[in-house]
T-cell receptor, first 114, second 112 residues
Framework: AQSVAQPEDQVNVAEGNPLTVKCTYSVSGNPYLFWYVQYPNRGLQFLLKYITGDNLVKGSYGFEAEFNKSQTSFHLKKPSALVSDSALYFCAVRDMINFNKFYFGSGTKLNVKP | DAGVIQSPRHEVTEMGQEVTLRCKPISGHDYLFWYRQTMMRGLELLIYFNNNVPIDDSGMPEDRFSAKMPNASFSTLKIQPSEPRDSAVYFC??????????FGQGTRLTVV
């Protein structure tokens, strides 16, 4: 079955340290992968996507993500975390075989401490 | 473009009443998604449309929920009758083909 898994409910990191938010996926065909961020009382904001090409994709606010086909992972990374990065992060996959259905993970709360 | 526009932003209603949530997608987008977000269940896909046609409504929780998209610039999600367990934030999102979806600000529904 098609799905997206975010194994960590919460990630804590100190400001200035690198951060990683994990995501694994399962789809029938080639995956179209996305990361979104949600701040309190706001809608989801698009951060970055992988469609094809380089496995390392860069997005908004200094975030990047690495696509790993063999491990079916698409982890979100940032070299140096900011307190303002604290938010809820969602990984998503678009199933190109199943009528472009959009599956979202359960979300990971990122806490960046000063 | 102003982005995906949802109305109202907040809705408080009594149990048993009909509730209608509205969404205006981004012009030119051909996919429209309705999601529900709660603490317990996270982000759930309720239904989505392609070119105004419903493609998959398997996420609609009960027959009390219905959604329509009469034209490319407008969609509604209706709950009739509403129940307290329907309290949640409802999001509408739109996309062009298989690219990223853009979300509205959401409607916070409280059923008392």
């Amino acid at each position: 079955a098609q799905s997206v898994a975010q194994p960590e409910d919460q990630v804590n990191v100190a400001e200035g340290n690198p951060l990683t938010v994990k995501c694994t996926y399962s789809v029938s065909g080639n995956p179209y992968l996305f990361w979104y961020v949600q701040y309190p009382n706001r809608g989801l904001q698009f951060l970055l996507k992988y469609i094809t090409g380089d496995n390392l994709v860069k997005g908004s606010y200094g975030f990047e993500a690495e696509f790993n086909k063999s491990q079916t992972s698409f982890h979100l990374k940032k070299p140096s975390a900011l307190v303002s990065d604290s938010a809820l992060y969602f990984c998503a996959v678009r199933d190109m075989i199943n009528f472009n259905k959009f599956y979202f993970g359960s979300g990971t709360k990122l806490n960046v401490k000063p | 473009d102003a982005g995906v526009i949802q109305s109202p932003r907040h809705e408080v209603t009594e149990m048993g009443q009909e509730v209608t949530l509205r969404c205006k997608p981004i012009s030119g987008h051909d996919y429209l998604f309705w999601y529900r977000q709660t603490m317990m269940r996270g982000l759930e896909l309720l239904i989505y449309f392609n070119n105004n046609v419903p493609i998959d409504d398997s996420g609609m929780p009960e027959d009390r929920f219905s959604a329509k998209m009469p034209n490319a610039s407008f969609s509604t999600l209706k709950i009739q009758p509403s129940e307290p367990r329907d309290s949640a934030v409802y999001f509408c999102a739109s996309s062009f083909k298989f690219t990223e979806a853009f979300f509205g600000q959401g409607t916070r529904l409280t059923v008392v």
